[in-house]
């Protein structure tokens, strides 16, 4: 028995996409053609976050377990040789030396076809693929012990007022996990090494000003059920989930921004799924979502760093 196609129309690109009524995400779950659908649907509030980027992406060609974690698939950072043309790659080099050739999205065919290789998650790197080592974006991961989202919502504020302190402007985005990212753009001033560093000085501070709640301590057994402030995704040729991207857990959630004045109003890390989605984003002023020029608000991670320094010493 042949395997059902479905073509699908992404500006003059004409994508195939084998067996889309296959459940990804379980029985009764999302199928390849709901996740295409979805990424056709945020491609507009997605792509000025990936373009131009390497990509990591997270594959589930047999669907995700459908267990209560969710599991099973694998990261790819090579370009596919099977890829078509017009999908994009960049080369850059290897922590351990060499070079890779990496996949990147620059339009809505490329999502389309990632969702065709059961691309559940993109990752982008922080920086971009002409300036790999000097990134335009943090990222501050407020990973927390267990589900405890009230915990989750007082480490973004903390972290949150330490960069407004030094100058930096933080943006919210529920992981579609257990926590939220806190993503600042930045200015390619600096490099990798600076940067992480920057990311690493505004977690010690908020961390020392709420000892009991929060910490930077990278080891599991040493944090004593604290929400771990984690930084170490601004290390060269790491990576973070993208905005909109969709995450391998059951019901298929779905990372989401979110402004700071709608943070308390925000229940979960899970609180929207591909089909809940685009309710919010029907109610979206504009159609903009919290993240819309987000570019423009970049700001020096030099001076930040100094700023930094007085504040913490």
Known sequence: MSTPIATLNAGRRRVRLGNPGKELFGPGGVTK????????????????HLRGRPLTLHRFPDGID????????FFQKRRPDS????????RVEREQGGTLTMPVCEDTATLLWLADQAVVTPHPWPSRADRPRHPDRMVVDLDPARDDFPAVRRAARAVGEVLDEIGLSGHLMTTGSRGLHVVVPLRREADVDAVRDLARGAAEVAARRRPRELTTEVRKDARGGRLFLDV????????????????????????????????ADVPSARAWTVRTLPERLAGLPDGRDPWHGLARRARSPRRA?????????
């Not at 459908?66 to 698939?73: A, K, R």
């Not at 890829?83 to 960049?90: F, K, S």
């Not at 760093?305 to 010493?313: K, N, P, S, V």
């Open 305 to 313: 760093a100094e700023r930094l320094a007085r504040l913490a010493g």
């Open 83 to 90: 890829a078509p043309d017009w999908v994009r790659g960049v």
């Open 66 to 73: 459908p267990g209560p974690s969710g599991t099973g698939g």
């Open 232 to 263: 170490l995704r601004n290390a060269y040729a790491q990576h973070a989930v993208a905005p909109y991207a969709v995450r391998a857990l059951p019901d298929a959630p779905v990372a989401v921004p979110v402004a700071w004045a709608e943070l």
């Open 33 to 48: 053609r709901g996740l295409a659908d979805h990424y056709r649907s945020v491609a507009p509030l997605m792509l000025p």
